[in-house]
């Protein structure tokens, strides 16, 4: 009769759970868009769509041909592969469905595209449908600027993790006492001593086992640890729904509007200010529907852009009917996107008056975006980086050209760095 040694049938079933509690952490955590899809891929699927349908198809608004936006749900995958190859084709074979969809359409034709794989019309679909994009929530944001919405998301994927590893621990226990049984069953002799011994002694004997867990709780920790500190106040790319839809690209962008119109306070002060919707009703008591070039790609359309203004109209207080204020305003709470910590002092007008830096340094191409975003990470580093590399403007500014002088004597150069002028001194930006 055999003897079969159970002494390490603990550690390994907790190595192969760490193994499983790995790989389940390592998928959960790296969930794709892939996922959302079903494989096709949306992105790809969306150039397409524009290079090829976009000029007769809008995602939610019918074109000359009907809006596409869930068009899956309506024909199966094989009849979608024919239309789309040949449209023409199957109206003349006689389809019933192609028949009745070309006359409800008044006879137009719609383009044949034989060129197309049966996986590019897969990613033409996955694109067609990505849900539509949420219409801001009612006027109700708050101020702060350091929710990123991934809390819950996290949330969800810890409690998730929790409950696998329950349900390792249990499996465990099962498989643990299925061998002893079969082992009895089978006559093997294993020692008995263990049999009586709680688990967590059986753990702490086991000199591997106990390393091989401090070593991946130190490990886990210390990642956790590093991610919190690094990411503590940095909000690069935070981009909150706002409450009344606000494209800087259609304003300061296709429309040209400048920056200073808006922001007039950069210039002249400390900081820049969001406009009051006076500013916006300048324009806006003209301006009550939108004609400009519509965002179908992203589903913005003339729908979606009339019902903002309105919502500008019902903030100001703007009757467009009787084409007068009714006095009833209600204040638009703006959520903040950019936000230093208070110990820390930043001037709009040194940076932009004085040194002349222009926006888009440190804001990025604000005007192609349909939504501001945090585009730089506002650190120290950030900060400290740009006084380093860059020369002080000295030309026409007599204040300058005096300490100019004696610093280039003092560092023997003839360019000066906001470092070298003292930009990097701690006092600059702390009080
Ligand atoms: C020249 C204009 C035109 C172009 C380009 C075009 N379509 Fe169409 N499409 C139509 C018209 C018009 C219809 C309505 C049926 C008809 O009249 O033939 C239609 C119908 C459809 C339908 C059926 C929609 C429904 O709700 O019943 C689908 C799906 C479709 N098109 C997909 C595409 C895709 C995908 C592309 C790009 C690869 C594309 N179309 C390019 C004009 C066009
Ligand atoms: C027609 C008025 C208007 C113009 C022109 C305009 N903005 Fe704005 N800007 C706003 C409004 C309203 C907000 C607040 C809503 C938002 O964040 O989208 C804002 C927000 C911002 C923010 C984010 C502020 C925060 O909360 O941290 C930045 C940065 C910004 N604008 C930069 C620019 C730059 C750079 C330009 C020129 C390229 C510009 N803006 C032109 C009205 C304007
Ligand atoms: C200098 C003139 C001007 C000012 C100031 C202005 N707008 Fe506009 N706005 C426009 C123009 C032009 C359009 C595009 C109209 C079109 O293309 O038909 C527009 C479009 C819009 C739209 C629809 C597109 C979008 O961005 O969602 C909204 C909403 C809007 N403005 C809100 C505002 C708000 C809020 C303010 C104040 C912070 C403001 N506007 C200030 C000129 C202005
Ligand atoms: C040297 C970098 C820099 C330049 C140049 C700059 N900004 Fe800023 N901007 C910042 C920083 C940093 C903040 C955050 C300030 C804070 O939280 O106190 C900010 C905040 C803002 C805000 C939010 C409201 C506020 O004042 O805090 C707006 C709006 C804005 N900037 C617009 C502009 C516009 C418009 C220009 C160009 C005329 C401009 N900025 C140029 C760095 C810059
Ligand atoms: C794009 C480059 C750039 C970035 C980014 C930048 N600065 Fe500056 N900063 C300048 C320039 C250029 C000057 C010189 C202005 C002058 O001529 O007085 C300056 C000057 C200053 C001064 C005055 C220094 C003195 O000697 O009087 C302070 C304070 C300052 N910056 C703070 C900040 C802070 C805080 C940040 C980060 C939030 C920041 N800067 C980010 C370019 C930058
Ligand atoms: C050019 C401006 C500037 C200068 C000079 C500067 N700081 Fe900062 N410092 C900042 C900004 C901006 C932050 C906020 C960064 C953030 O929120 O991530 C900051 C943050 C800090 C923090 C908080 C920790 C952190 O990184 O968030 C400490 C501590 C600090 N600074 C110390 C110093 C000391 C010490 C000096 C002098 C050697 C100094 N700073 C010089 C701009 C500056």
Sequence with gaps: MKKVNFRNLPSQLSLLLLAVTLTFSTTLFSQDAAAETGGADAVAGKALFNANCAACHKLDKKA??????????????????????????????????????????NNSVMTSFPA??????????????????????????????????????NNIILAALALVFLLLVAMLFLV????????????????VKEKGLPIWKVFVQNQFLVMVCSIFLLLASAYFAYGYVMQVGVDQGY???????????????????????????????????????????NCHKNIADYNGEEDAANGYDKAFYDGEIAKLYDAAGWDVDEQK???????????????????????????????????QKCHGPVEEMEIVEQFAPLTMGWCINCHRETNVDLKGNEYYEKIHEELSKKYGVDKLTIAQMGGLECGKCHY
């Design 64 to 105: 000359t041909g009907p809006a596409l936006r869930g068009v899956v749900d309506k024909y199966d995958q094989a009849w979608l592969y024919s239309w789309i190859k040949d449209s023409q084709g199957m109206v003349k074979s006689g389809d019933a469905t192609a028949v009745v969809l070309f006359a409800e359409n």
């Design 239 to 281: 981009a909150p729904v706002q409450p009344i839809h606000f494209s800087h690209k259609i304003h300061a962008g296709d429309n040209k509007v400048d920056c200073n119109y808006c922001h007039s306070s950069a210039r002249k002060s400390k900081t820049s200010g969001i406009p009051s919707l006076n500013v916006c009703m």
């Design 176 to 191: 643990t006492g299925t061998l002893k049984k079969i082992a009895s069953a089978n006559g093997v002799d294993y020692p």
């Design 116 to 153: 197309l794989s049966n996986g590019d019309i897969d990613n033409i679909l996955a694109y067609t449908s990505t849900p539509p994009p949420s219409p801001p929530p009612p006027i109700e944001v708050a101020g702060g600027g350091n929710g990123t919405g991934d809390g819950v998301s």
């Design 325 to 359: 204020y009714t006095g009833e305003t209600k204040p638009v709470k703006w959520t903040r996107i950019h936000n230093l910590p208070d110990f820390a002092y930043f001037n709009h007008s040194q940076h932009v008056t004085v040194a002349g830096v222009d926006c």
